[in-house]
């Protein structure tokens, strides 16, 4: 069975902007990191060629900027995460040290990933996008405590309302956001469904077409 | 009150309201491949649990295979691992692998239609965005993650909150030359690549009425360009005679009880919506994108867009960083805009009707000097019949390297991939930088006939003009 799950309540640490509307995951994480059977070669890969020229060398995205270095939070633009929908993006995320992201809006299903590996993605305002990117720009290395109780993502001086769905919220802060066990209780009612529910059937005869 | 085919279909399949609000969903039909799946058994045997119902998982292999030598081991040890990871997979838990030997290998959006696994009324998931594909048969089909993979082998359920429905209407006669493609292309740089958050698509109207399935699979194929995480067509006469007499079909006294079912799930006439939208079928010209977002897009007639003419600073800021990355500039047009390759494929156009309706056109002409050009069927059957109707060879005397099937440069995760900064005009589905396998190759989406045209003159072209005598 799966490990018991802790609630996750509040993250406190840098931010660091990845900004642009329509952020895909092909850019998140480009596809040739996909192949492999694991998550494990993951980590430090994410926005791998936003970040890094074919030679290796430095873009100088912020991300690589060192006063962004540890940053628990990204900051992204509108439909974060379109595209893919692979995993392996969310996965790229938080095995390199990041525990949230924030932004105007989440593609639906990075949304969905996100939220099943314990990785809350959460929607501000376009004009607390602004406010909170222009804080970057002038004081990079800002502590942010986000909040999921309060919905609050504050700097120490402003509060920015977040927005999430009442759901995954309600998974979050009551540690279910890993689904699995919640959805082996119904065994019963999903059996019936099972007996009643048409599923393809493979017919011999027809097979000659 | 009348109810839209999704809420019937999701009310068919809930099981319950989870603790925190979702609702727990009984999918009908799972896909996987070697790509997202791996981690989820793994997840399974990690915690020690078996697949629930394996009767209703099905098994391909698609986006690693590389499309021109398909002898094991591969030349790429990794995509080896993969392959025989999924067969493994598949063993243990007693689940159908179309594998490479069993003529119905292909591209999961390919073989479930084809194959006659995806039908009206169903959930249907599988990890991989482009799920949304089987809508066009009447079913609500969605991608997941990997995570989520495990939950459906696991219990065969998911959790999901319900989307909103939006009937997207195109009404009226498509003009000659105008396909599926052109018509999805449209629809994404209208309402935008973020627009359909939060909806699925109904797409209904009398062009849609009017389409063949394959095209509605393009259509529904795009949904997730749009971002409304699936799209349908109700299910109709077009949809009940595709689908006769395929393997995993109903027949016999079976189909017609089964007819009678999947016509109960079409969206009733008073059926209310969370929004509409209608399209004048006329107003769609061949259509072609320019930028880096498949909602930057044009008529091929259309100059690219000022950027005084974005709607907001965003929206300024992201066609500038497109049109840098692509070379282009506002006011130029798109035709003779010369391409390096030329790509016809993918879940998105790699159906035995984009090869029918193209390979007349190339009878008697030949890819322009300096082009490559690929044809990669999207599945065994289809490359099969191929074969047999005349198809693969017009393609190969054209000058068309015609290859085997998988999802090839859809997303170069095989040896399929563009160098360098080369310009690609191509019938799959994302003009993502980085897409097709060059951090600064560039990808032109377009339907298969402008793909065609672009191969015969070595540049962007309106195929009207290409094809002048033909009645496309």
């Known amino acids: 069975m799966p490990a018991t799950l802790q609630p996750i309540t509040r993250i406190i640490g840098k931010a660091v902007p990845v900004p642009g509307a329509n952020m895909d995951t092909d850019r998140i994480i480009p596809a040739r990191f996909l192949k492999c059977v694991t998550f494990d070669e993951l980590t430090g890969k994410m926005f791998y060629d936003e970040r890094f020229n074919s030679d290796g060398t430095s873009k100088g995205h912020p991300i690589d900027a060192p006063q962004h270095t540890g940053a628990s939070i990204i900051i992204g633009g509108e439909n974060f995460g379109c595209g893919s929908s692979r995993e392996h993006a969310p996965q790229a995320i938080k095995r390199s040290g990041v525990r949230a992201v924030v932004a105007e809006s989440f593609a639906e299903i990075f949304f969905g990933n996100s939220s099943g590996i314990g990785l809350p993605c959460v929607c501000v305002s376009p004009a607390d996008l602004t406010s909170i990117n222009a804080k970057l720009t002038t004081q990079p290395e800002t502590e942010w405590t986000l909040d999921l109780r309060t919905m609050q993502l504050t700097d120490g001086a402003i509060a920015y309302a977040l927005h999430m769905p009442a759901e995954p919220r309600e998974a979050f802060l009551t540690g279910r956001w890993d689904t699995v066990t919640e959805l082996m209780n119904a065994t019963a009612r999903v059996e019936e469904l099972a007996r009643s529910l048409p599923a393809p059937a493979y017919t011999p005869l027809n097979h000659a077409r | 009150m009348g109810k839209t085919l999704f809420q019937k279909v999701w009310e068919a399949h809930t099981v319950g309201l989870l603790p925190d609000g979702r609702t ?377 390297e015609w290859r085997l099937p998988g999802c090839s440069m859809c997303l170069a995760m095989n040896p399929d991939k563009l160098t360098g900064d080369q310009l690609c005009a191509s019938t799959s589905n994302r003009n993502f930088k980085g897409r097709q396998g060059s951090p600064a190759g560039r990808t032109l989406l377009m339907s298969p006939l402008m793909a065609a045209a672009a191969a015969i003159t070595g540049c962007v072209s309106n195929p009207h003009q290409v094809f002048p005598n033909t009645q496309l």
Request: charged letters at 20%.
């Open chain 2, 24 to 400: 727990q969903l009984f999918i009908a039909t799972h896909f996987v491949h070697e790509v997202t799946s791996p981690q989820a058994f793994a997840m399974l045997r990690e915690s020690g649990l078996p697949v629930l119902h394996p009767e209703r998982t099905f098994a391909t292999v698609d986006h690693i295979i590389p499309t021109d030598d398909q002898r094991e081991p591969f030349a790429d040890e990794r995509a080896q691992k993969m392959i025989s990871a999924l067969r493994r997979n598949c063993r243990e838990s007693g689940i159908r692998f179309f594998d490479l030997p069993s003529g119905q290998q292909g591209i999961v959006h390919m073989i479930g239609p084809e194959l006659g696994i995806s039908q009206p009324g169903m959930t249907i998931v599988c990890g991989d965005s482009h799920t949304a594909t089987h809508g066009a048969l009447g079913a609500i089909a969605m991608g997941i993650g990997s995570t989520q993979v495990r939950d459906v082998l696991a219990t065969q359920t998911l959790a999901l909150s319900p989307l909103k429905v939006r009937q997207v209407r195109v009404e009226g006669l498509l003009r000659p030359g105008v396909s599926a493609k052109d018509v999805a292309l449209h629809i994404i740089n209208l309402l935008g690549a973020q627009g359909g958050l939060g909806y699925a698509y109904e797409f209904a109207g009398s062009a849609i009425e009017r389409m063949d399935m394959d095209g509605r699979l393009t259509l529904c194929n795009l949904a997730i360009e749009g971002a409304a995480r699936c799209g349908y067509v109700n299910p109709d006469e077009t949809t009940f005679a595709y689908l006769k007499g395929r393997p995993y079909a109903p027949q016999g006294a079976d189909w017609d009880a089964a007819v009678a079912r999947w016509r109960s799930f079409a969206s009733d006439a008073d059926a209310t919506y969370d929004d509409i939208v209608r399209i004048n079928a006329a107003d769609i010209e061949p259509t072609v994108t320019w930028g880096i977002s498949p909602d930057m897009s044009v008529g091929i007639s259309a100059p690219l867009p000022e950027l005084t003419q974005a709607k907001n600073d965003e929206q300024r800021r992201a066609w500038q960083t497109a049109y840098d990355y692509m070379k282009f500039a506002p006011g130029e047009s798109m035709q003779g805009k010369k391409v390096d390759v030329v790509f016809i494929g993918s879940c998105t156009n790699g159906r035995i009707q984009d090869f029918r309706t193209v390979a007349p056109l190339l009878r008697g002409r030949h890819v322009a000097a300096g082009v490559r050009a690929l044809a990669v069927p999207g599945s065994q059957m289809t490359a099969k019949l191929c074969e047999e109707e005349g198809i693969a060879s017009i393609f190969r005397s054209a000058g068309f």
